[in-house]
Nanobody
Framework: QVQLVESGGGSVQAGGSLRLSCALS????????MAWFRQAPGSEREGVAN????????DYGDSAKGRFTISQDKPKNTVYLQMNSLKPEDTGMYYC?????????????????WGQGTQVTVSS
């Protein structure tokens, strides 16, 4: 059974940094996508960043561009999200997700596998 386990969330002041990690296991597809989504209370789950497993091509949501970086360590089956210059509006639950296929953009509903989430809180 595919599992994703996130870690690295926490509380930080505005302007600070956090690095989230997501370890993927039991994923048997030859390729696919991994992504980070986030959800604030009362809001829709939005895409933050995604990465194609085979090529490491990345894509970012508008709120993440220039501040966040998604990367992967293939031997460890782990994806990271480095978040810099954090703002209070970045507060929310951050989820790691994975899916087979080649189109890594797309709404959260297109992703098959999900982690339990890790909380990020940014105070002003």
């Amino acid at each position: 059974q595919v599992q994703l386990v996130e870690s690295g969330g926490g509380s930080v002041q505005a302007g600070g940094s956090l690095r989230l990690s997501c370890a993927l296991s039991a994923y048997t597809h030859s390729d696919g996508c991994m992504a980070w989504f986030r959800q604030a209370p009362g809001s829709e789950r939005e895409g933050v960043a995604n990465i194609r497993m085979s090529s490491a091509i990345t894509d970012y949501g508008d709120s993440a561009k220039g501040r966040f970086t998604i990367s992967q360590d293939k031997p460890k089956n782990t994806v990271y999200l480095q978040m810099n210059s954090l703002k209070p509006e970045d507060t929310g639950m951050y989820y790691c997700a994975a899916k087979p296929g080649y189109y890594c953009r797309g709404a959260h509903s297109t992703y098959n596998y999900w982690g339990q989430g890790t909380q990020v809180t940014v105070s002003s």
